[in-house]
């Protein structure tokens, strides 16, 4: 592990590994933290696969890392890096298992004294309309061509189908779809896993929320957002469910075994990878993009659920509208300055948020807590290539939180809180125990602090739905 006392302060809460740490580091590695979250950090292994990912090929500027960073498979979660799109590499360890596993935000025009009452009748509600659960299936079955047009179209074919409004598609990262997938590059078992999962939660850390507006930050943003305070709103954290752990396990597996082919050197075999512009690099990006439109698809799907079983208990009068929807384990190709000069890159963010100027940032905290929009700014583009960070992050790992967490103990503590669980196992609701993740109010400070993007609208739970 890399001991504290090799991180150098640059500025508050930002922290360097210089490249001159390890003689196979091509750049430096950054931290945005703050000096206590920086204890925390240093208890795994996420600063050291952070210098890993500083080794590979054709990356630039920095290996980064976002206050919520915590260990992860090759890549930390929590890590942003960008590559030279001629001479750089794609690895499915810096997008993760879960591709575009992301975040929804639906808006409504109630109030929290309008349905506190009607909060369990809600949460069953959702309960009963997104399934949830390992490898559960959903209200669609999906064959041949039928899942190929979702994996090309993504958002845009649940419009097709009558599943999305015309207004949810542009206010979705990407228009819900990146124009790169390739259905082909997917294969069949990958198909397989996914071909019933479309409108289904997972478990895990996903899940389905009801919150209101507890604080408004910035007044002007959250009235661009349509925010204001006491506002009920609906957050979905969901991804490509099986599907997408399939497409980051056949790649792994395809670039472990080409890696003699590339010449590549790697300090972590989970860091497999190859050159973006290879037959295998592009293989990889195409079944990437087809997986990331899946899971937009995914969240449209059970937005659609969630505003049929809204319907039914508050009236079909009332509406869900969607305020935005953002990835946060995805690989993007986008143009930033390095060096004074504006170059195309292939930035992969895994467990970690777009931040662009302007651009709504949805962070999740954990459950119970609470969650935050915040809005990108011009200097996340110098000191991120636009990147946030992605929620609270863990500190716990799930059979420790399950170790230390009583489940009737922890049921109790919301329900004292106001807070309706809907859960699928007593095991599930103690691995995602808020004592097991970080503070995310401290999180989401280092972010504002650094001028990345500015806190607009804090949100409290009111009814928690998971697998």
Not at 199 to 208: E, K, L, P, Y
Not at 276 to 303: C, D
Request: hydrophobic fraction near 40%.
């Amino acid at each position: 592990m890399v001991p504290k006392s090799v991180l150098k302060e640059i500025s508050p809460c930002v922290w360097e590994i210089p490249d001159s740490y390890r003689n196979d580091m091509r750049v430096p590695a950054r931290v945005y933290a703050s000096e206590r979250m920086l204890g925390q950090i240093v208890r795994d292994r996420s600063l050291e696969q952070l210098v890993n990912v500083a080794t590979l090929p054709g990356i630039v500027n920095h290996a980064l890392a976002m206050p919520d960073v915590h260990e992860g498979y090759g890549f930390p979660v929590g890590g942003v890096a960008a590559f030279d799109y001629d001479e750089g590499i794609i690895s499915p360890g810096g997008i993760g298992y879960d591709i575009n596993c992301g975040v929804r935000l639906l808006r409504s025009s109630l109030v929290k004294d309008e349905v506190r009452t009607r909060m369990a009748e809600i949460g069953k509600a959702i309960r009963i309309d997104v399934p949830s659960g390992v490898g559960k299936g959903g209200m669609l079955s999906l064959k041949g061509k039928q899942i190929d047009a979702v994996l090309e179209g993504g958002a845009k074919r649940m419009l097709e189908l009558g599943y999305a409004l015309e207004a949810d598609i542009d206010h979705i990262e990407s228009g819900g779809r990146l124009d790169a997938a390739d259905a082909a590059s997917v294969s069949d078992h990958a198909k397989a896993r996914g071909h019933d999962q479309l409108g289904t939660m997972g478990a895990g850390n996903h899940f389905v929320e009801v919150e209101y507006v507890s604080a408004i930050y910035d007044e002007t943003e959250a009235e661009r957002m349509g925010l204001f305070r006491n506002q009920v709103c609906v957050m979905i954290h969901t991804g490509s469910r099986g599907l997408g752990h399939q497409v980051a396990t056949d790649y792994i597996r395809l670039m472990n075994g080409s890696l003699g082919k590339f010449g590549f050197a790697l300090p972590d075999r989970e860091l497999a990878c190859a050159p973006f512009r290879s037959p295998e690099g592009q293989s990889y990006w195409k079944a990437m993009s087809a997986a990331a439109n899946f899971a937009w698809a995914n969240r449209q799907l059970i937005t659609w659920e969630i505003r049929e079983a809204w319907k039914r208990v508050f009236g079909s009068d009332e509406n869900l509208e969607l305020l935005y929807d953002v990835a946060h384990n995805i690989a993007k190709i986008e143009t930033h300055t390095v060096g004074g000069v504006r170059k195309k890159l292939v930035v992969h963010r895994k467990g970690a948020t777009r931040a662009f100027p302007g651009q709504p940032v949805l962070i999740p905290g954990s459950m119970g807590t609470g969650s935050y929009v915040l809005c990108g700014r011009e200097a996340a583009m110098q000191k991120s290539f636009g990147s946030s960070c992605h929620g609270a992050g863990r500190t716990m790992s799930r059979t420790r939180a399950r170790k230390e967490t009583n489940a009737e103990t922890l049921l109790c503590q919301l329900s004292a809180q106001g807070i309706i669980v809907e859960a699928g196992s007593k095991a599930g609701l103690t691995e995602e125990a808020p004592a097991a993740y970080k503070d995310v109010d401290e999180v989401v400070a280092v972010i504002d602090d650094c001028g990345i993007a500015k806190k607009v609208a804090r949100l409290k739970p009111l009814a928690v739905i998971k697998g």
